[in-house]
């Protein structure tokens, strides 16, 4: 006979999206500029890609399709959802508020509302306005105070649709990627750089949550990059120590005062020696069609380290790439089993929001990593279907147990 692991009364349940990768169509964004850019196109023809499979195009035409994604999150049982604006398209240019974009958002958010569904809005994913960027961007200080226009902006007009504010999705790995190892655009390589841009991000939360918490009195987090970092060989716990201050603790440390609630991003896990990441170490777990090692057990670990700061956690993010939806199921079962353990030990986890609700245009991979419970067909006019994972895990929204 299954045993019924039941979660607590009110869990959210629910999948989660960034407005660039299923929008598409902006082409006053930064990440739009650099997939059309020379440099971009050039790169993928060398190595024998054609540009426009990693163009965003239109992405999964969210922008237009999006009252039938929330029907189907609504007949998937779904009672929560995350999803983002643009900044990019609310101020296409320096100090012009466009009221069209604000009111289509309006329509979207009101969807959601009227799909029965609590809204997790974040306020910045990756992108960002092309005049901003021209600005520096987030690499210079004084730069933050057209950010905190713009969102402050937004968050008062939007207030009314929204359950949960998430200032900024995981400021480490976007300073990393960008301003770092170079791969996002600007595709800067300089730590001192990308030390800079975390800086400000974190000040940028800061500010802003003061004012969401303040004016407002909504619950507000970060969506926070959470990674399992296990010692390994000599000097590992030395080695591993260091990596989870630098990856995991800098920033939470930093803005736990500004936030009511811990938002939790997991996706790896990762063996570490005094020479790094000890690839070999986790050479027998399954992976993702991303080459990603599946670790759920991960995922209680890092609940447990966060029981000491007593505020309620949501994981904003968890998923896997996997077009042919035979790890999905698995994958969801084997997560929500850790992370009941840790409910188990006290940790106060109100939600789990899997990535992602559809698939997506995956930044610098383009479309085909499949991480959406429902499959976009990008060769039948963007045609959704929902999975068969996605039934197994309606299943669990609607009885708000995971069956063992």
Not at 104 to 114: C, D, F, G, T, V
Not at 184 to 193: A, G, I, L
Not at 321 to 348: C, P, S, T
Request: with cysteine.
């Amino acid at each position: 006979m299954a045993n019924k692991l039941k979660f607590p009364e009110g869990f959210l349940w629910g999948a989660a999206a960034s407005a660039y990768q299923t929008e598409g169509g902006n082409s006053h964004c930064d990440w739009w500029a650099w997939e059309h850019s020379a440099r971009r196109e050039d790169c993928l023809r060398k190595e024998g890609k054609d540009p426009s499979d990693y163009q965003s195009g239109i992405a999964c035409d969210f922008w237009n399709r999006y009252d039938e994604d929330f029907a189907l999150a609504q007949h998937l049982s779904h009672n929560a959802i995350r999803i983002g604006i643009e900044w990019s398209r609310i101020q296409p240019e320096e100090g012009v508020l466009d009221e069209a974009a604000l009111e289509h958002y309006e329509k979207i958010l009101q969807s959601a509302k009227y799909h029965g569904l609590k809204v997790f809005l974040t306020l910045h994913h990756y992108t960002l306005p092309v005049w901003f960027m021209k600005k520096g961007g987030f690499t210079k200080k004084e730069n933050i105070t057209y950010f905190l226009h713009y969102a402050r902006n937004a968050a008062k007009r939007f207030s009314q649709y929204a359950d949960f504010w998430v200032t900024i999705n995981e400021p480490i790995l976007y300073a990393a990627q960008s301003y770092w190892m170079g791969i996002h655009p600007p595709q800067v390589k300089s730590f001192h750089t990308a030390k800079q841009v975390t800086d400000n991000l974190i000040q940028s939360h800061n500010l802003l949550a003061e004012y969401i918490q303040q004016h407002l009195r909504q619950p507000v987090s970060m969506a926070f990059n959470l990674s399992d970092l296990q010692p390994s060989g000599l000097l590992g716990g030395l080695a591993a120590g260091l990596a989870d201050y630098a990856t995991n603790e800098y920033v939470l440390r930093r803005t736990i005062g500004r936030c009511d609630y811990i938002g939790v991003n997991y996706y790896f896990h990762h063996h570490i020696g005094l020479l790094g990441i000890r690839k070999h170490s986790h050479s027998q777990h399954y992976r993702t069609d991303r080459g990603w090692g599946i670790h759920p057990e991960g995922i209680e670990r890092i609940l447990l380290r966060l029981r000491k700061y007593k505020k309620p956690i949501y994981i904003l993010e968890n998923g896997l790439a996997d077009n042919k939806d035979d790890k999905r199921e698995k994958f969801i079962k084997d997560h929500l089993f850790y992370v009941h353990q840790a409910i188990g030990k006290g940790v106060d986890v109100k939600g789990y929001l899997y990535w992602s609700l559809t698939d997506n245009f995956e930044w610098e991979e383009g479309f085909w990593p499949r991480f959406g419970l429902i499959e976009i067909d990008r060769e039948d006019l963007l045609r959704r279907k929902v999975r068969y994972s996605a039934t197994k895990f309606a299943e669990i929204c609607r009885n708000n147990y995971l069956e063992v």
